[in-house]
């Protein structure tokens, strides 16, 4: 082989190594880890700055441990409990509905109880610091555990982040886990959330979180005279 080709094999060679080799996977920064802080500084240091998230997602639906349905959804969240979730099959808008002081407007496709209770849950897991002001926090290990009356949720101490968060609501019991954290411009987020309620399993992929997000005028839109 000649030394031209030699040199050529070897770049190629490393090439396809540096291409196929794994992509290290970035952890949150322990902004947090030498500091000892009170229930009303987590709950500023976690959202304080956020008014508004906009999410991309995927979301698989299990019912019974078996695959039952698959979305994705476009997800904007506003203080106080306002959602406006617009949801697709095979690029096809399915569902299009807001909830905006406790009422459900539908704005495309069937109404549905159903989809109150997802939005609902969806911003306690996500805006998750909104519900816990004026619980009890105590320290164990690693994390922070703050309870209220109806809620309780895991913090790693060190990054603030969710861990598991468990609501207890008209008689059912509601758990959400936390994965993935990724960073998008410094806002670390959980990228994987799995929502379990009732019979189902929600796992909610956020491809893309978006913190304040500039807002239109239809966004929160409802049908006039409701």
Not at 135 to 143: A, H, L, P, R
Not at 161 to 186: A, D, F, S
Request: hydrophobic share 40%; with cysteine.
């Amino acid at each position: 082989m000649s030394k031209k080709r030699f040199r050529y094999f070897c770049f190629s060679l490393l090439f396809v190594f540096i291409a196929c080799a794994p992509i290290p996977k970035t952890t949150p920064p322990p902004l947090y880890e030498e500091q000892k802080l009170s229930l009303d500084e987590v709950i500023s240091k976690a959202g304080s700055d956020i008014e508004t998230l906009k999410a991309i997602t995927e979301i698989n639906i299990e019912r019974n441990n078996e695959p039952y349905s698959f979305i994705s959804a476009s997800l904007l969240i506003k203080k106080p409990s306002w959602i406006h979730m617009r949801m697709y099959q095979l690029g096809i808008l399915v569902k299009d509905f807001v909830i905006k002081d406790d009422s459900l407007y539908v704005l495309t496709g069937k109404n549905d109880d159903n989809l109150k209770k997802l939005g609902t849950e969806l911003y306690n897991a996500i805006f998750w610091w909104d519900s816990y002001r004026g619980g009890e926090m105590s320290g164990e290990g690693d994390t922070y555990i703050i309870r209220t009356k109806d809620r309780e949720i895991h913090l790693d101490k060190t990054t603030l982040l969710p861990l598991k968060q468990q609501i207890m609501t008209l008689n059912k019991n509601i758990q959400v886990l936390y994965y993935e954290p990724e960073n998008n411009e410094g806002f670390w987020y959980p990228a994987l959330l799995k929502i379990y309620m009732d019979d189902f399993i929600f796992n909610v992929k956020m491809k893309k979180l978006i913190k304040n997000p500039a807002l239109g005028e239809f966004d929160f839109q409802v049908p006039a005279g409701t």
